[in-house]
């Protein structure tokens, strides 16, 4: 099983970035899929999350900027993030949960995970 985050990178305020996370070794269509953020010194928090029959959860911080998408096609999960402010730096990680769930997960409800990938918001 392997998740590979990509995508992030430095942003001013205000800007968007696009995350994605390339997926192999499992049947992706099957799987509950999020993400996650760490920013500096903090916990690991939840940012979204969507089903397989593509329900989505956000966190509230993040509901109206971040939308999350995945193309079942290409085994790829989706953030497009806009409106990046700097509370948005954080490394944000990809995962993989194989049974779906209908509230705002935690962590450690997750399968799998991917390594992260850094995101940089200046003011």
Known sequence: V???ASGGGLAQAGESLRL???TSGFTFSNY???WFRQPPGKERE???AISGGLTTYYADSVKGRFTIS???MKRTLYLQMNSLTPEDTAIYYC???SRGIVR????NEFDYWGRGTQVTVSS
């Open 2 to 4: 392997q998740l590979q």
């Open 32 to 34: 509950y899929m999020g």
């Open 104 to 107: 705002i997960p935690t962590p």
């Open 20 to 22: 994605s996370c390339a």
């Open 70 to 72: 995945r193309s079942n």
């Open 46 to 48: 939840f940012v979204a």
């Open 95 to 97: 995962a993989a949960r």
